[in-house]
Each structure stands twice: as structure tokens, then as C-alpha cells.
């Protein structure tokens, strides 16, 4: 987890309310990935980013937006909250976005939407 | 749509045995990497092997690759408890001409002391 924080690491929220993810890297890296994790699903892409402004969708982006405004930086936003979306959401970066290079992960953020 | 799935989806073993994980794939690849989770916690890389090598060794760690079966295994010698984790293989795949890294549903793996 190391270079790489998540907040909130908890959050409870109510359905309809929109929430922001943070992640914030030291590690300069160029790509940024936003996941969540499911039982029975595994991880799964959401939206990731190739550059400071320069973002696309994953296998999930339904319901979901994404911004990077600086290299440090990825925000994912769920604009409407909805029980569908609890889970376990876990930020990645990675040197390239070339799947030879190994992804770093964040120690992930629990929502729970009520 | 998913790429890579573990084999068995769990394990229970003794401390010292050896445990050995399967991922099966559906497309061509050019590399495969096999990660570890502890509870509660993110991702951590284990290991990547390219298409064109067949074997692989970290320390504890032995991966394998067969292209030709669409299959990798990962064998963890002399277990210890701290090796209680879950382990996912993640396989690349392309799409509209990009390339995503996309990950199995895991073995979870418990290795009783």
C-alpha cells in the first residue's frame, strides 16, 4: 500500500446522496485505476486514467464519473448513490498502462449505501 | 466479460504442505501475473510471466504457463500461515484496441498452523 492512500477507508451512506472516493499517489505514476471488489464478481474496472485530465471506461462505469486534475490525484464520484453500488473499492497505478507492468494497489475504501 | 478463472475457488492445507492454484483463460494473452490479497487489504503482485516463457520462480513462489492449454498454476512451497490470503491471476485482454488487465474471482487460500 505503500505511495498509495484512499479516503474515506469507511463510509455509510444513504441512497440518492452523491459521494467522492479520493486517491492520492506519491509514486508519480502515469496510470490510475479505479476497481471495486464484489463477492462472486472479483475486481472489476470502473474508469481508469492515462493522464492528468485524460480518462476512460472500464467493464463498469455505469453510474459512476471519474477526474484527475493533477498527477496525484483520481476521484471517482457516484453522482446518485445506489445500493447496487456497496462494495469494496480499491484505487491501482501503474507505470504503463501496458499490461507487463504490475499494478499497486491502495488499501481500498468499504461504501455501504442504505 | 471474464478472462481469467481460479481453480479451486478454495483451500484449506497444513503449514509445510505445498499449494497449488489454477487459472484458466479464454484468449490469446501476452502475460499473466498472479497477485495476492490479505484480508482486508489491497492487491499485492506476486509475480509476471510473459507468453513465451513456460516457468517461473520467486523465492517460495513457482508459476507456471501452458499457451497451448490456456492455463497457468501457481504452487506455493512449504507453506507457512502468513501465506493465508486469496490469489487472483490477472490475464490482459483487448478491447477497442486497448489493453486491460482483468482479473479472476481468486482462490482463497488458508493454511492452518
Known amino acids: 500500500d505503500a505511495g498509495i492512500t484512499q479516503s474515506p477507508r469507511h463510509k455509510v451512506t444513504e441512497t440518492g446522496t452523491p459521494v467522492t472516493l479520493r486517491c492520492h499517489q506519491t509514486?508519480?505514476?502515469?496510470?490510475m485505476y479505479w476497481y471495486r471488489q464484489d463477492p462472486g464478481h472479483g475486481l472489476r474496472l470502473i474508469h481508469y486514467s492515462y493522464g492528468v485530465k485524460d480518462t476512460d471506461k472500464g467493464e463498469v462505469s455505469d453510474g459512476y464519473s471519474v477526474s484527475r486534475s493533477k498527477t496525484e490525484d483520481f476521484l471517482l464520484t457516484l453522482e446518485s448513490a445506489t445500493s447496487s453500488q456497496t462494495s469494496v473499492y480499491f484505487c491501482?497505478?501503474?507505470?504503463?498502462?501496458?499490461?507487463?507492468?504490475?499494478?499497486?494497489f491502495g488499501p481500498g475504501t468499504r461504501l455501504t449505501v442504505t | 466479460s471474464q478472462q481469467g478463472e481460479e481453480d479451486p475457488q478454495a483451500l484449506s492445507i497444513q503449514e509445510g504442505e505445498n499449494a497449488t492454484m489454477n487459472c484458466s483463460y479464454k484468449t490469446s494473452i501476452n502475460n499473466l501475473q498472479w497477485y495476492r490479497q490479505n484480508s482486508g487489504r489491497g492487491l499485492v503482485h506476486l509475480i509476471l510471466?510473459?507468453?513465451?516463457?513456460r516457468e517461473k520462480h520467486s523465492g517460495r513462489l513457482r508459476v507456471t504457463l501452458d499457451t497451448s492449454k490456456k492455463s497457468s498454476s501457481l504452487l506455493i512451497t512449504a507453506s507457512r500461515a502468513a501465506d493465508t490470503a486469496s490469489y487472483f491471476c490477472?490475464?490482459?485482454?483487448?478491447?477497442?484496441?486497448?489493453?486491460?488487465?482483468?482479473f479472476g474471482k481468486g482462490t482463497k487460500l488458508t493454511v492452518n498452523p
Open positions: 509514486e508519480n505514476h502515469r496510470y
Open positions: 491501482a497505478i501503474s507505470e504503463s498502462l501496458q499490461i507487463s507492468y504490475e499494478q499497486y
Open positions: 510471466i510473459r507468453s513465451n516463457e
Open positions: 490477472a490475464t490482459d485482454l483487448v478491447q477497442g484496441g486497448s489493453e486491460k488487465l482483468v
